[in-house]
């Protein structure tokens, strides 16, 4: 059944729809449109996926799903994508013509509808979606309390050094006595404090805004983390390992040729080393006769137990099959990983949290324990 209408529409124009989504800022540049949360694009899919089991082709599907939406920005953006198709655009290029999906999603409805399999690519990407949001809300709910005590218990040292802790020592003055040992230590602490609580306010918000806005701040703080830090490493590698061979056993057990398989699964690992490395090793395997196996351990950063597994997939012609034991394999790898790192981050914040509440306790009132006896040698 055909993914496209019979109407007149050509197919180097946008559609109407996609040029009413055209937006400008106020220097006349294109503003582009916010990319949908994950829970709406986990009900596009799942409702999209469902349709076309249901041998109901991608245009209607896409407008019987538009129809009645509370969301008026998903709807629009479907009904251009549906226009978009009607024009005689491929699905996938429909898709990132509306810029609200990222190069992952795009390259996976891409190898769904090379092989024939859109409602199979939609159910992949559900299925991938829900296991993201899941893991979200479990690292969401092991951090975010406990960072909002971290947020509190900072400002009340910073508070408790500024304000409590001069007090104490103007009180110390006024008899008299001299601060030595561990109260004169806390008064020079709480000088520092005092000193430089602006500076590091303002550079812990510039430095959260960086973090967020861009992208090339974020990428080399991952590439440190995933080189310090063995678990996040075997995590994101384990995701996206799992990403493209999911991709390539889509396409190739659908009677897509092995080397534009993998060229095209690399498209679902853009912005990561494997991207060029996938498409490298596509070239040497069609081009220069290297086995798929001996393309993806010289020309590739992935695991051996992948280059093993193509080996035998290869001597044995069940290549299918290991790429489908690869994929679930690294699936259930992805969650374990993901459970491990939720609790691994909920115990490092309990840590910083009993840290940083323990010198609020010793910041604050350790001077005031301590001030007591002098008051009192200095009134003898």
């Known amino acids: 059944m055909s993914d496209s209408s019979s109407n007149n529409k050509p197919a180097n124009k946008l559609s109407s729809a996609t040029a009413k989504k055209v937006k400008k800022d106020v220097f006349g ?31 209607d599907a896409l407008k019987y799903y538009a129809q009645g939406l509370a969301d008026k920005n998903i709807s629009d953006t479907l009904d251009a994508i549906r226009e978009d198709i009607a024009a005689g655009i491929n699905v996938h ?8 999906f990222d190069d992952t999603i795009v390259g996976l409805i891409q190898a769904g509808s090379d092989a024939g399999q859109l409602h199979e690519a939609f159910r992949s ?25 971290i947020g509190v218990l900072i400002g009340a040292f910073i508070v408790s050094q500024v304000k409590i802790v001069p007090q104490v020592e103007e009180m110390l003055a006024g008899v008299g006595a001299k601060p030595d040992g561990m109260t004169a230590i806390s008064f020079a602490i709480s000088h520092f404090v005092q000193s430089i609580w602006h500076v590091f306010i303002i550079s812990l ?23 310090k830090w063995r678990l996040l490493r075997l995590l994101v590698m384990s995701l996206r390992q799992m ?8 396409l190739h057990s659908n009677g897509i040729n092995l080397a534009k398989s993998i060229r095209v699964s690399a498209n679902s690992v853009k912005g990561t ?33 992948i280059t093993h597994m193509l080996s035998i997939g290869e001597k044995s012609a069940s290549l299918d099959s290991q790429l489908e034991m690869l994929t679930l394999m ?25 840290t940083i509440i323990a010198g609020v306790f010793v910041g604050t009132f350790l001077p005031i324990f301590l001030m007591g006896p002098k008051m009192m040698e200095s009134g003898v």
């Open 29 to 59: 540049k294109p503003i582009k449109p916010a990319p949908f949360s994950k829970k709406d694009l986990i009900g596009i899919f799942r409702g999209l996926g469902s349709m076309l089991r249901a041998q109901i082709n991608t245009s």
């Open 93 to 100: 290029e429909a898709f990132r013509r509306s810029e609200r």
């Open 125 to 149: 990407l559900a299925l991938r979606l829900t296991s993201e949001l899941k893991f979200k809300k479990a690292l969401k709910k092991a951090t975010v309390q406990p960072g909002i005590i």
């Open 205 to 227: 918000i510039a430095l959260g805004i960086t973090i967020a806005k861009v992208e090339k701040v974020q990428g080399v703080i991952m590439g440190v983390a995933m080189s």
């Open 243 to 250: 990403t493209f061979l999911s991709t390539i056993k889509l």
């Open 273 to 305: 080393p494997f991207y060029a490395e996938l498409r490298e090793a596509a070239d040497r395997y069609e081009n220069a006769g290297v086995p798929l196996s001996t393309a993806f351990a010289k020309y590739t950063s992935v695991d051996s137990q």
């Open 330 to 354: 690294y699936e259930e790898d992805a969650e374990n990983y993901m459970a491990v790192f939720a609790a691994t981050v909920s115990f490092v914040v309990l840590i910083i949290a009993v």
